[in-house]
């Protein structure tokens, strides 16, 4: 019998605050849990303060086995009503990104740092990040995407710790544990001032080549 779905299993279940599980309940026919499942286990989690004003529980979506994985700062108030990622007008915005180079959104994984809608959007707490960041890493180690791109300045420091301006983000590809990561603008951002929009145009194109480039 293969133990490692178990053990996975049970580390899923601390971090949703539950410590006591019967082994009884396993089988050897079970198979891992998924990321639709996941997101219920988590739904009702109150690590931090923010699902004081949580409406819905926003864990991502798309495709898991993509190799494209978007992650964004936290959910606006659209998302907090549907409990999906990028619904708002930045939402629609980063689809039409997509689509300019030629990415359909449901070929990705969209995601946020923070699951709850911080009060009024404001940036997330470092403690809030702190608390959160564990479901965003286990989403990345289930996926195992081949690419990522970071929108904002917030996810970026989330994620790569260089507390450093965007500016100085997008010059250069980094790597998360491995995984080539861009970092661009937040669609929000864009939304505010449309002259960087040519900016993120430069951004996209390298990913997009970068993309076309991968064996699927």
Avoid at 188 to 197: D, F, I, Q, T, V
Wanted: aromatic share 10%; proline share 6%.
């Amino acid at each position: 019998m293969d133990i490692k779905p178990i053990r996975q299993y049970i580390e899923y279940l601390k971090l949703s605050g539950i410590n006591n599980v019967f082994l009884s309940s396993f089988s050897a026919k079970k198979t891992p849990i998924d990321l639709e499942s996941l997101a219920k286990i988590y739904s009702n989690c109150e690590k931090c303060t923010l699902y004081k004003g949580r409406i819905k529980f926003v864990y991502g979506e798309g495709d898991p086995q993509t190799k494209l994985m978007l992650i964004g700062e936290g959910p606006g108030a659209d998302e907090n009503v549907t409990g999906r990622p990028f619904v708002g007008k930045a939402g629609q915005l980063l689809t039409k990104m997509l689509k300019a180079i030629n990415i359909k959104r449901n070929e990705v994984y969209i995601t946020n740092v923070i699951k709850c809608r911080p009060p009024e959007n404001r940036n997330p707490l470092p403690m809030e990040i702190k608390t959160c960041l564990p479901y965003l890493e286990e989403q990345i180690s289930i996926i195992k995407p081949v690419i990522i791109l970071i929108l904002g300045r917030v996810a970026a420091d989330a994620l790569l710790k260089m507390n450093t301006t965007l500016t100085k983000y997008r010059e250069n590809i980094h790597f998360y544990n491995g995984i080539k990561t861009y970092v661009t603008y937040h669609p929000s951002a864009l939304l505010r001032n449309p002259g960087w929009k040519k900016y993120a145009w430069i951004d996209l194109q390298k990913l997009r080549d970068d993309y076309n480039n991968l064996e699927y």
